[in-house]
């Protein structure tokens, strides 16, 4: 209801978190002068571009502005702090890695401490900021509910988790259609709305009551807007489909699908081509062009036969594709079958390594470079699987929307390796399912930093 007002508000606390940071660095920089060598000052420009881009990667992948958590102060202290704590450890990671000594320690230990404590009076900052809004009359909107029913109760929810400045007085209905307690009071009948709008200073009205259902309701619509006061209404979809939908426009006309696609946009699919194309290159040109080499010998050295296996797998739009990765098996007639599991004896001893350190994945970016992969998206089932798991989740052949990936949202969850019952398929498309419909390119960045971390730490469903 005010995306608009939340854009502006996520982009005030940005600066004003970067304004903090920055104008802390510039009163260490004065105070503590005569422990700093000014001979050193590329050193101390490099800190201070790297403490900013930090604090920046950082917030954006854990989404510490999002909309969904500015507007909870406790949730957005609460993740500030998780930043913070990360953003601390990788300036130590740069710091020791870099073999940064010109710095002074003073230096680094003042700034890092003094611009949590300017977060700190941020946060509090925000929270007078916050509670202005919500108690400021010229900001807030008056609204009434017009009908009490399920559709009227999920609106009232809505209004309750993301009404930054809307605040709901109270229902309008008829004594005879009220069977329970309400959180909010019923003002008056639907005959007294105007009046009671009007006595109340209401700025809109949501009618959960459709015209053909009350024919009166058209009346109300006009007399309205003739006291200023705004009259929306609210349909239930739910008389005619029993599942939520997403709404889009084209011109004038609504057009309702099961679900929102972002890749459906052709400006998304180009962006997230472009990082396919970008990092797929680099991996093959820096990586792959010696791992090839070097994992080919220790594989044909073990188990004689192809260096790289290659499986038909189903792709986007259900067209099936040919998936490589390193051998990690002895050759056998169950690989298009079978899943690998635990104690597998087809594994090789190599195999075993490289798949533990998803290394037998790699050979998988020549096809995210050719286009039948993506970095990020559902993990690409063999063809017999799709046939099988398709029958057990109703909408599974739903993730074949888009095109699948060598990680994805379910893998970081938790949902990779072997499948032994059906509920791990249902889990896991679950996962699938969430991701195509809230894709952003920085959940891509997310995904892709964790999906290291993960191999890095190990998984125990890996093998």
Same mark, same amino acid.
């Given at each position: ?6 854009? @502006? ?45 930090? =604090?920046?990667?950082?917030? #954006? ?10 507007? +909870? ?30 710095? +002074? ?30 108690? +400021? ?78 024919? !009166?309701?058209?009346?109300?619509? @006009? ?41 459906? !946009? ?23 062009? =010696? ?16 260096? #790289? ?16 990765? #390193? ?8 690989? !298009? ?20 350190? +998803?290394? !037998? ?101 890996? @093998?």
């Amino acid at each position: 209801m005010n995306r608009q007002f939340e854009r @502006y508000l996520q982009m005030a606390l940005v600066v004003l978190d970067l304004v903090v940071l920055n104008l802390l660095y510039l009163l260490c920089r004065f105070v503590l002068t005569k422990h700093i060598d000014s001979h050193n000052m590329n050193a101390y420009i490099l800190y201070w571009t790297i403490s900013n881009a930090l =604090w920046l990667l950082l917030s #954006f992948l854990l989404r510490t502005y999002a909309d969904k958590v500015i507007l +909870s102060f406790e949730t957005f202290t609460k993740r500030t702090v998780q930043v913070y704590l990360l953003w601390i450890i990788f300036i130590m990671f740069y710091l020791f890695f870099s073999r940064e000594l010109k710095i +002074s320690r003073l230096f680094i230990v003042a700034t890092i401490g003094i611009f949590g404590l300017g977060l700190l009076i941020n946060r509090f900052i925000y929270l007078g900021i916050h509670k202005y809004f919500r108690n +400021s009359g010229y900001f807030i909107k008056k609204v009434i509910i017009l009908g009490y029913n399920d559709t009227a109760k999920k609106l009232a929810k809505y209004f309750e988790e993301d009404g930054l400045n809307t605040q709901l007085i109270g229902y309008i209905e008829n004594e005879e259609n009220i069977q329970e307690l309400s959180h909010y009071p019923v003002l008056a009948g639907i005959r007294d709305t105007l009046q009671v709008a009007k006595e109340l200073n209401i700025q809109e009205i949501f009618s959960t009551i459709t015209p053909e259902q009350n024919k !009166d309701i058209y009346n109300l619509m @006009y007399e309205s807007e003739k006291e200023c006061i705004r009259f929306k209404i609210v349909p239930n979809l739910s008389v005619f489909i029993s599942r939520e939908v997403h709404i889009e426009y084209f011109g004038e006309l609504p057009i309702l699908s099961l679900r929102s696609e972002p890749l459906d !946009d052709v400006g998304n699919r180009i962006k997230k081509r472009s990082m396919d194309i970008i990092i797929s290159f680099l991996v093959i040109i820096f990586i792959l062009s =010696w791992l090839i080499p070097l994992l080919g010998l220790l594989i044909f050295l073990e188990s004689r036969g192809p260096v #790289f296996f290659k499986q038909l797998r189903t792709g986007k739009d259900k067209k099936p594709f040919y998936c490589w990765k #390193f051998r990690s098996m002895k050759s056998n007639k169950e690989a !298009d079958v079978k899943q690998a599991t635990q104690s597998d004896n087809r594994l090789t001893k190599i195999g075993k390594f490289i798949r533990k350190t +998803s290394l !037998d994945e790699f050979p998988q970016f020549f096809n995210v470079f050719s286009g039948e992969m993506s970095l990020v998206g559902p993990r690409p089932h063999m063809v017999k699987h799709t046939s099988d798991y398709s029958k057990v989740v109703d909408d599974y052949m739903v993730r074949q929307f888009i095109k699948p990936g060598i990680t994805g949202w379910a893998q970081i969850n938790g949902y990779r390796g072997e499948i032994t019952n059906p509920e791990q398929i249902k889990m896991r498309i679950n996962k699938d399912l969430w991701y195509l419909e809230n894709w952003t390119l920085w959940l891509d960045i997310q995904i892709l930093f964790l999906t290291v971390y993960y191999v890095l730490k190990g998984d125990k469903n890996v @093998y």
